[in-house]
């Protein structure tokens, strides 16, 4: 079984620090990869893909790609309370697989 | 756009009984998904269709059967609910199934809360 490992948290910043999350994945044929935002009873909301290894950046996101290492991250910039939620990174390989989510909390 | 519609929005079955989770994309998006999602467990992909008469097992398909409708249509079905399948229910649709690009970006509907006593 493809597995995507995220710290459950949560993580705790305060308001307009930089919140870093961070994901770990298994299959090296991997090619997608993906942050989700899933506020407490919604639906997941796409935020970021990225492709290739390297930084893309949106706004107050980055997002960082490591494919020697398998690793993904999330970088939130001046982060605010309307970011509390929780992170899911996706990977795509032969199919889609999920981590179990990082829940961050942004402190005023 | 409506984007990715389920219906109902909360159920509660009895052990046993059946029931269908209806989902529509008005994104004109080739592939679809089902998911289920458990506390601490994370989205778990129970079926798929990559294009329109496809449908192809995920990582929990058990119990559940699926029926891709047309291309705007995939729906879920529990023959006959069991305790463990309460959960969470989102549908997803992508353009694409694979690949490197943005068409394979996938977006969900807002979800099915099931409860089976």
């Known amino acids: 079984q493809k597995e995507v490992e995220q710290n459950s948290g949560p993580l705790s910043v305060p308001e307009g620090a930089i919140a870093s999350l961070n994901c770990t994945y298994s299959?090296?044929?991997?090619?997608?990869f993906f942050w989700y935002r899933q506020y407490s009873g919604k639906s997941p909301e796409l935020i970021m893909s990225i492709y290739s290894n390297g930084d893309k950046e949106d706004g107050r996101f980055t997002a960082q790609l490591n494919k020697a290492s398998q690793y993904v991250s999330l970088l939130i910039r001046d982060s605010q309370p309307s970011d509390s939620a929780t992170y899911l990174c996706a990977v795509l390989g032969q199919n889609f697989v999920f981590g179990p989510g990082t829940r961050l909390s942004v402190l005023p | 756009n409506a984007g990715v519609t389920q219906t109902p929005k909360f159920q509660v079955l009895k052990t046993g009984q059946s029931m269908t989770l209806q989902c529509a994309q008005d994104?004109?998006?080739?592939?679809m998904y089902w998911y289920r999602q458990d506390p601490g467990m994370g989205l778990r992909l129970i079926y798929y269709s990559a294009s329109e008469g496809t449908t192809d097992k995920g990582e929990v398909p058990n119990g559940y059967n699926v029926s891709r409708l047309n291309k705007r249509e995939f729906s879920l079905r529990l023959e006959s609910a069991a305790p463990s399948q309460t959960s969470v229910y989102f549908c997803?649709?992508?353009?694409?199934?694979?690949?490197?690009?943005?068409?394979?970006?996938?977006?969900f509907g807002p979800g099915t809360r099931l409860t089976v006593l």
């Open positions: 994104m004109n998006h080739n592939s």
């Open positions: 997803a649709s992508s353009e694409a199934p694979s690949g490197m690009s943005s068409y394979n970006e996938q977006f």
């Open positions: 299959d090296r044929g991997s090619q997608s």
